[in-house]
Each structure stands twice: as structure tokens, then as C-alpha cells.
């Protein structure tokens, strides 16, 4: 039995990890040191010992399981306190290790979670179709097939610099709304199943005092034709957890 | 200056997704526990693929599922790469192919 830790929260007079139920079904317990609490389930060695971990890592429906039971906890605890997520699979061989972890990290972790206090991470996403609508004609033989890819391909170059442009004014505006902004990777079609193509993928680190301003402000955003918005959140502060 | 107008095509609109709990979208979801979040050692060690490499074999699978499906085989079985690389030679390795073969999807999709 190992012990598999979700997130580090404050120390405070309440177990932030009440009635909370982790991975395999089993209850998370909260374990304090140093002025911090890290919360944390049991997990079987025989799933999550080194060398089948993994294996079952890099296969995709337990890849999704654990991450979705992983965020499930981070998600509620960051509901009733403010957390900072640790990276998926982190895992100590008992509860000692688990409160030497917190005692090293702990000047780091305290000025991780000031940073973070009073504020959510909020995900915006912007979607831009650049393909092009217009259907062509059969090229009559190989010039044409030619002139036309020309054509195409120079009106796409086109469309993504001007998405381009939507991007960075988008992310300058919400950047003034936010203490802190991470631009993720755009997403790949692979993985949204869209056929549009996402030109923008931001977390904003929002102070809780202007989140009614920031998601009004979002609300506006789609000035320019054949964009979408998409908005996640609150987030627990993943995008923002790192000890810098 | 005038504002970047894009194609039409799509309604305009935003989406207020479901959030972070169980219903937000997978990546969102692994972009955040896979590649953000406090990175600090644990006891176990694993080499966790990041949400770049993970598409490209989410992509390379699905393309190579429904070629191998037409052509009746189950190659992907036996291959290690697609089963349970556990060393990490093997993971360095096919970081390195996955990154030659991102390089090369991204070369043809700036063609299309």
C-alpha cells in the first residue's frame, strides 16, 4: 500500500478531506506537517508500484480514469478551501514520507498558496474555422491543380493570421483582467473532435473580486465572425501551482 | 487599424462548458494533471508523456486501428510501443519517433 497524494491545502482546524472518497473507493485523509495539509488515499501496489504503473500510465482508458478521479478530488477539495493540485501520480511509500515531503516543500508551498489565495483559474478557449467554406471545381489537368493548392493554401496562411490577431488582442484584454495568464498548447483536433481549429488556449488566474467583470467581459468577446468561446471553470490553480 | 475579421461559417456564440467537475472535456482535463499542477518527486518514479506526445499517439493509434481494421490485422497488439513500453530507454526512444512523426503531421497539415 502506497500512498497517493491529490493536493496541498493550508493547515486548518477543519479536515478539508471530510467524507471525500478518492481512488479504488477509498476515503481521503488529510495529513498535516508544517502549518500544511496534504491530501491523500491509499492505493494498492499491485496497480500503482513503479514498474505497473507505468504500464498502466501510458494506457489510454486508465490514463483517463485516474486523471478524472484525480481532478474529481482536487475539484471538491478546492471547493472548500483553496488547494494547489500536485501533478498526477504522485506517490510516497508511506505517511512519514508524505509529511517529510510537506516539510521540505513548505516555504514554497506557503508562498504558492498566497499567490493563489482569493483567486480561480478559469480556461478560455477560442475556436476559428479556417478552413475554407467555398467549394471548388474539379482542376481541369495539372496547372490549375496547381494554381488552386496555390490559391488555397495562401488563403488559409490568410485566415491564420488573422486568427493570429484575434488571439493576441483576446489575450491582451483578458491579460488585464487577470493577476496571472499561462498560454496552454492549442489543442489538437485529435483530441477535441472539432472541426474548427483552436487558435487560443489561455488559463487565467482570476482574483474572485473580478470574475463577474472577466466572464461579462468574455460574454462580448466574439466581435469577429466564425469565432467560438468556450469557457471552463473555476479550476483548482493547476496552470498556476508551480513553485517558481 | 481595423479589426481582423475571420471567415463565416460558424455561429458566433460562446460556450459556457460544464466546468472543471466530471463532465469537463478530457483534455482540458489532462492538460492540467498531466502537465501542470506542483511537480515534485515522489517515492515511485514513472515518466508520465506529455499531452503533446500523448495526442500524437492518440492520433497515430486511431490511424493505425482503422487502417489495420481494413486490412483485418492486430499488429498493435505485439507492439510494444503501443502496449506497455515500461523502460525508459524504450519511452526516450519513442519520444523521439513521436516527435519526428509531429514534425512531419505538422508539415502536412500547413500543405492542406
Known sequence: MSWYCYAVAEFAPGNPAEGLTG?????????????LTALVSPVPDEEFGETVLQANLESLPWLEEIARAHNAVVDEANRRTRVLPLRMATIYRDQHRVREMLAEHSAHFAEALRRVRDHAEWGVKIFASLRSSAEEEEPAD??????????QRKARDA????????????????????????????QDPALTGREDSNILNLACLVPDSSRERFLARIEELPEAAGIVVEVTGPWAPYSFAGIS | ???PSLPAGR????????????GANL????????DKGIVIAGDIQVNLLDIELLTIKIRLLVASVDRAKEMGIDWWE????????????????ENERLRAQLELARGERAEQ
Open chain 1, 23 to 35: 481512488l479504488r473507493d477509498r476515503p481521503v485523509s488529510a495529513i498535516s506537517e508544517a502549518g
Open chain 1, 142 to 151: 495539372g496547372r490549375s491543380y496547381l494554381r488552386q493548392r496555390l490559391r
Open chain 1, 159 to 186: 485566415r491564420t493570421d488573422e486568427a493570429a490577431g484575434v488571439a493576441e488582442r483576446i489575450e491582451r484584454e483578458l491579460a488585464q483582467l487577470s493577476a496571472e495568464i499561462h498560454r496552454h498548447r492549442n
Open chain 2, 1 to 3: 487599424m481595423s479589426e
Open chain 2, 11 to 22: 455561429p458566433l456564440g460562446v460556450s459556457r462548458a460544464t466546468g472543471s467537475g466530471g
Open chain 2, 27 to 34: 483534455a482540458d482535463i489532462l492538460e492540467r494533471v498531466l
Open chain 2, 78 to 93: 505485439h507492439d510494444p510501443s503501443l502496449s506497455s513500453g515500461s523502460r525508459r530507454n524504450d519511452l526516450l526512444e
